[in-house]
């Protein structure tokens, strides 16, 4: 009889009115818009996350030249893969997000 | 604004300075902010939810009810039942805690009463047995 009212109590409506409303707080904490600051600082990451491999082939390149004495020998392809590099982590980044 | 809950047997909630409520009616969820014209609306089985002042939010599970809306500065909500908490995750046993409490409550007072009733008879027995009369 104990497990029988136990039963009734859990298919109470106050009760799963009360999980009901849990339930959908969660959600909209797991599932809300962002804010417009939020999406803002999302567009930045992005710019940097193509920015800073770039930026870290110039240096790398640079440094690699003035060491050998050549020219542009390091520099313009360390250049471009930093910056295939930023372009392909973005991509995954924006496909995460 | 002021917030008042009330059951038949209690007020279970009464608050100054609520910032924004929260309830549910048949048409939906919705909210009500300081300013609010005088509305009046029954609410389903739900959770009324508010946020004070100093940004705490509580929480009130409630059985059916009306609510009310006067001044813009009133609020008030007469239900059959209501239970009260400051976590929302947590409601569902607090509410399941209270029903356990009412039946352990109900179980003693008809104990008791099933004792008083008890003891009247054997009272009433005692005074009227025949042999008492002779002394």
Redesign the interface.
Same mark, same amino acid.
Not at chain 2, 44 to 47: E, G
């Given at each position: 009889m104990g497990g029988q009212s136990e039963n009734h109590d859990e298919n109470d409506p106050l009760v799963r009115a009360a999980r009901r409303g849990a339930e959908r707080d969660k959600r909209g904490a797991a599932e809300s818009e962002p804010s417009v600051i939020r999406r803002l600082a999302q567009i930045g990451v992005l710019g940097w996350v193509i920015v800073t491999p770039t930026l870290l082939g110039v240096f790398i390149g640079r440094w690699l030249d003035r060491v050998t004495h050549s020219q542009l020998f390091w520099t313009a392809p360390l250049l471009l893969i930093g910056f295939a590099l930023g372009v392909w982590s973005a991509w995954k980044w924006v496909e995460k997000a | 604004m002021r917030l008042r809950i009330v059951t038949p047997l209690s007020v279970v909630v009464d608050e100054t300075h609520v910032a924004a409520l929260r309830a549910e009616d048949a048409s939906g969820s919705f909210g009500i902010l300081p300013g609010h014209a005088d509305f009046l609306t029954s609410l /389903? *089985? /739900? $959770?009324v /939810?508010w946020r004070r002042a100093d940004s705490v939010r509580r929480?009130c &599970? $409630? =059985?059916r009810g009306v609510l009310s809306v006067t001044g813009g500065a009133d609020i008030a909500v007469a239900t059959r #039942?209501a239970?009260a908490s400051d976590d929302? #995750?947590a409601?569902?046993q607090? $509410?399941?805690a209270r *029903? =356990?409490e009412q &039946?352990d409550s109900e179980r003693v007072e008809r104990v008791s009463a099933t004792r008083l009733q008890l003891l009247a008879i054997r009272q009433i027995m005692r005074l009227l047995r025949p042999e008492r009369r002779g002394v």
């Open positions: - | /389903s *089985f /739900s $959770v /939810s929480y &599970a $409630v =059985r #039942e239970v929302l #995750e409601l569902d607090t $509410v399941l *029903f =356990r &039946a």
